[in-house]
């Protein structure tokens, strides 16, 4: 592997060890930080028997990481990387640990006061992740978004570069974990939902996979319209389109969108980071889909 790994003080605990918290756990264990974990029902008992182990290429590996039963300890960061249907259970189990700095790595689309009003004020580092996987026989199969697609995304409710964001920028550069630091992060995340929701219900509309979904081009041409008029109302209602990228949706016609969308579909990239997640996390897509057009119709009655 060439060379000794170096060693940070930062005590780091991982919250909800699915596919996306052991991604998260292997590059920051694997760039020398003391990471612990915490997990329930049957991914504890893979993490018990065995450890985390991940796929590289066409080996089984293991990562060194410490298995916890709660969140009792001192740590520098907690990540929060659960379901949002689990994100009120895991604060109410969190509110008492003495960590000040919760990094939830969780869809959002109601605002953060609901959270903060559980944890207290000031520990939430609202988050999202560039990560995406499964863990199939208690393997790790997946990884890091690449940076073009999405990068893990962080800042304060507020926006400010305050110490604490510069510290969780410094693990995230040690750890070559692609991120951007976001002054808005509600908008961030409305928009993300505003793609991220009908990307999935196209897989569930397809009737099939990622593949099948792609090749519909009626479909395609569906999925496209319904991220822009999204899009287009959130601008409308006030919210900043983010990441910059996202105005592409906006700005770009719609045959090339279309084209570039069944594309995406068809690729690995699309059964990791859409398919897989689709169909794993369908109560947690249907959630999100009933929360975001609930949001939506509120912003376009005050319109």
């Not at 052991?22 to 760039?31: D, E, M, Q, R, W």
């Not at 976001?182 to 509309?205: F, K, N, T």
């Not at 287009?232 to 006030?238: A, P």
């Amino acid at each position: 592997m060439g060379g000794a790994v170096m060693r940070y003080k930062e005590r780091l605990l991982i919250f909800g060890c699915g596919a996306v918290g052991s991604i998260y756990a292997k590059s920051l264990s694997l760039a020398g930080y003391p990471v612990s974990v915490y997990a329930r029902g049957q991914r504890l008992s893979e993490l018990s028997k065995r450890g985390l182990l991940y796929r590289e290429g066409n080996r089984t590996l293991r990562c060194p990481v410490r298995l916890v039963k709660d969140s009792a300890g001192s740590y520098d960061f907690i990540f929060v990387t659960v379901r949002r249907e689990r994100a009120e259970e895991a604060f109410r189990q969190l509110a008492d640990s003495e960590c000040k700095n919760i990094v939830s790595m969780i869809n959002n689309l109601d605002g953060y006061e609901g959270w903060e009003k559980i944890l207290g004020r000031g520990r939430l580092i609202p988050a999202f992740p560039g990560a995406g996987g499964s863990i199939e026989g208690g393997v790790l199969y997946g990884g890091l978004t690449p940076s073009f697609l999405q990068k893990t995304s962080f800042g304060e409710i507020g926006g400010e570069r305050t110490a604490r964001i510069y510290a969780l920028k410094r693990i995230f550069l040690r750890s070559h974990i692609p991120f951007a630091i976001c002054p808005r992060m509600y908008d961030w995340q409305l928009c993300h939902l505003a793609m991220v929701v009908p990307l999935g219900d196209a897989i569930y509309e397809g009737g099939g996979n990622h593949i099948d979904a792609g090749r519909n081009r009626a479909l395609m041409k569906r999925t496209v319209r319904r991220i822009r008029s999204n899009l287009w109302l959130l601008k409308k209602s006030g919210i900043r389109i983010l990441p910059g990228e996202m105005k592409l949706f906006l700005h770009l016609p719609e045959p090339a969108l279309s084209a570039a969308l069944s594309a995406f579909y068809c690729s690995e990239s699309g059964e990791r980071f859409i398919y897989r997640h689709a169909e794993k996390a369908r109560a947690e897509m249907e959630l999100l889909h009933r929360e975001l057009y609930r949001i939506l119709k509120k912003r376009r009655e005050v319109q």
